[in-house]
């Protein structure tokens, strides 16, 4: 007669089996394809059976919890998710692509079960978690990249608190910002412009804002003649690799990512990457986000006459010199009006992306540094996103608004812009009025 159990009970007692007759199932890898055998046999010795559950479905769980993430497995590398987000063991969060949250019905068992699975998706990427390590940062198979804390940064009853980011390389075409209201079609020529004839420019805004999905698409438009090499910091989220009718690449791009090491001495970061670029004779370099001493070197590339693109995490305009000047003064603490100015110089061309209550992202501002004859910084907007309503509505946020084009861009950047290549008659559309579209 068939006896029935609790799943958890089970899963303990199938845990126990294994590890004391298949040990060496859970840890090759090689070997895991036999783990249902095993629990099957198991199962079928015992007659163990759990309300509910056919006798596959019940394998297929056990598998899942032993060998996978439990309740994370479906919905992790899904290709309509963003971001995956556990503030406890009984409360996780899916982030869409369009930007809505949708909170999960399912948990974990416990707070120890969450930290355990935690745990197993953290050694895959050679990461820890544990009292000594309540932090711990790493990146998945398939460009997934987690962060994870525990107790005694979370409370012990809450058991871990996770980011998971999905990233989805090359999902966002040129034509997708425009069809989604994330800027006008101008706004995006522009950008194409400066970066495919040497104008720097750097995507400022918070997490989550849509910055590099910006970079990204914009990046799509280079020239398959122009050398592109990309530096990025643990998992890949800029990918330029492109390829003709017959398979073989077309274009020429260097992509590169920083890997840390146990030992600092062997550790391989954006600081070294960029040095190394430009060795690479590069006609662009993209830092896939500033966030640390690498800052100084890319300002310093930029500054000696390479293209630069990069993405940071700040405000629009002044807001984005400011904290790149912070960063580069964690190399070197020159004064700080120097840095600055120094930032501005780098990056002349300074977009802002938002995210807005009703989770649509907009790129706000796109701005223009001017140094004057005194060394002071002048912001020019080019273009900037209006909003003339913003309303609670049946619990829903609703905000409209318009693209506007508020200056033109100044003498200096235009003849920049034509002693750099660009076709007077491509330029003149840059150069109307109102192209808010």
């Known amino acids: ?41 198991y199962l079928r010795d015992n007659d163990f059976k759990v309300e509910g559950m056919t006798p596959k479905e019940l394998i297929d769980k056990l598998y899942c919890e032993m060998a996978e993430y439990s309740i994370l497995t479906p919905f992790l590398g899904s290709p ?34 969450a930290v355990d699975i935690i745990k197993r998706l953290l050694h895959h990427s050679g990461m820890i978690i544990d009292n000594a390590t309540p932090m711990s940062q790493g990146h998945l198979p398939g460009n997934t990249r987690i962060t994870a804390l525990k107790e005694p940064i979370v409370d012990e009853e809450r058991g871990v608190a996770v980011s998971i980011r999905l990233l989805h390389p090359q999902r966002v075409t040129l034509e997708n910002l425009v069809e989604t209201g994330f800027a006008t079609q101008e706004m995006v020529d522009f950008l194409c412009m400066c970066i495919r004839y040497g104008v720097p420019f750097v995507v400022a805004g918070a997490t989550s804002s849509g910055k590099t999905t910006l970079l990204n698409a914009i990046m799509t438009s280079i020239p398959d003649n122009k050398r592109v090499f990309t530096i990025e910091s643990g998992s890949r989220e800029l ?25 600092p001495a062997y550790d391989i970061t954006q600081e070294d990457l960029v040095v190394a670029s430009l ?55 020159i004064n700080f009006q120097t840095s600055l100015m120094q930032a ?29 004859a005194a060394g002071e910084r002048e912001y020019n907007c080019l273009y ?39 076709p007077q008659n491509k330029l003149g559309r840059f150069l109307k009025g109102d192209a808010s579209e």
């Open 384 to 422: 900037n996103y209006e909003i003339t309503k913003n309303t609670i509505e049946d619990e829903q946020f609703i905000i409209e608004g318009h693209f506007c084009k508020p200056n033109m861009m100044s003498d200096n950047l235009r003849r920049r812009l034509i002693q750099y290549g660009v």
């Open 80 to 113: 309509d998710l963003e971001e995956i987000n556990v503030n406890g063991w009984d409360d996780i969060a899916l982030t869409l692509l369009d930007g809505t949250i949708v909170k999960l019905k399912e948990h974990f068992h416990s707070p120890q079960h």
């Open 239 to 263: 990918s330029l690799v492109r390829r003709g009718e017959d398979g073989h690449i077309v274009n020429n791009a260097v992509h590169t990512l920083s890997r840390p090491s146990d030992n």
């Open 344 to 372: 501005g110089q780098a990056f002349p061309i300074v977009v802002y992306s938002h995210k807005l209550e009703n989770n649509s992202r907009k790129c706000m501002d796109i701005s223009e540094c001017i140094i004057n």
């Open 1 to 41: 007669m068939a006896r029935q159990i609790d799943f958890w009970t089970l899963l303990r007692m199938t845990q126990e089996y294994v590890s004391s007759h298949y040990a060496a199932v859970l840890t090759d890898k090689a070997k895991l394809s036999q783990l249902k055998a095993y629990v099957d046999k």
């Open 279 to 333: 060795r690479f004779n590069p006609d662009i370099v993209c830092v896939g986000e500033m966030r640390d001493v690498e800052c100084y070197s890319a300002v310093e590339a930029s500054l000696t006459g390479h293209t630069v693109v990069s993405t940071v995490h700040a405000g629009p305009g002044s807001a984005a010199h400011m904290r790149i000047a912070l960063l580069c003064q964690k190399r070197f603490p």
